[in-house]
T-cell receptor, first 113, second 117 residues
Framework: AQSVAQPEDQVNVAEGNPLTVKCTYS??????LFWYVQYPNRGLQFLLKYITGDNLVKGSYGFEAEFNKSQTSFHLKKPSALVSDSALYFCAVRDTGGFKTIFGAGTRLFVKA | EPEVTQTPSHQVTQMGQEVILRCVPI?????FYWYRQILGQKVEFLVSFYNNEISEKSEIFDDQFSVERPDGSNFTLKIRSTKLEDSAMYFCASSGWHRDSGANVLTFGAGSRLTVL
């Protein structure tokens, strides 16, 4: 069975500072890993994915994430946060053999001006 | 940019009533999904649908739930007899890549908010 953990309900960061949103996962095979963002009263929007290859993947809006197989982690990062980055962020995983993508509980990011 | 559209945006119903939530996935996508989100929290997988049949479903997706693709464009979720705990935001999603390619990025609709009284 696959699972995703986002240990922080909320992350607070000042504008201009780097941000990290943590994610760990568990799958039986090789993982496909994703980050999605949700703004108020909207559906989830795709940010980036890791399928294979380079452990550092770059996505939309200056976000990037680092895949760490030994720690089964896929943390989301951004070098310099913007107030407009404030939203709900979801890490997700899909087992290579399955149809379903499983989402973590979400981490609310607050960026203060 | 292609998008997934969902109707209605908000539905209020009485407990025990049947509800149908409708979705129009992106036209060349092959895989379709329903998720739900309660109180803006965890996004829970309900069901995936491929090649006109359910490919996977969660334990939430019991006999009260069903999905259908009645024509070439619509994808519906039916709840036969709603319960209070069915109140949630229901998201439809679709993806266009073969599952083995690993690139199954989901495109979500804006959601249908279901309120059961």
């Amino acid at each position: 069975a696959q699972s995703v953990a986002q240990p922080e309900d909320q992350v607070n960061v000042a504008e201009g500072n780097p941000l990290t949103v943590k994610c760990t996962y568990s799958v039986s095979g090789n993982p496909y890993l994703f980050w999605y963002v949700q703004y108020p009263n909207r559906g989830l929007q795709f940010l980036l994915k890791y399928i294979t290859g380079d452990n550092l993947v770059k996505g939309s809006y200056g976000f990037e994430a680092e895949f760490n197989k030994s720690q089964t982690s896929f943390h989301l990062k951004k070098p310099s946060a913007l107030v407009s980055d404030s939203a709900l962020y979801f890490c997700a995983v899909r087992d290579t053999g399955g149809f379903k993508t499983i989402f973590g509980a979400g981490t609310r990011l607050f960026v203060k001006a | 940019e292609p998008e997934v559209t969902q109707t209605p945006s908000h539905q209020v119903t009485q407990m025990g009533q049947e509800v149908i939530l409708r979705c129009v996935p992106i036209s060349n996508h092959l895989y379709f999904y329903w998720y739900r989100q309660i109180l803006g929290q965890k996004v829970e997988f309900l069901v995936s649908f491929y090649n006109n049949e359910i490919s996977e479903k969660s334990e939430i997706f019991d006999d009260q739930f069903s999905v259908e693709r009645p024509d070439g464009s619509n994808f519906t979720l039916k709840i036969r007899s709603t319960k209070l705990e069915d109140s949630a935001m229901y998201f439809c999603a679709s993806s266009g890549w073969h599952r083995d390619s690993g690139a199954n990025v989901l495109t979500f609709g804006a959601g249908s908010r279901l309120t059961v009284l």
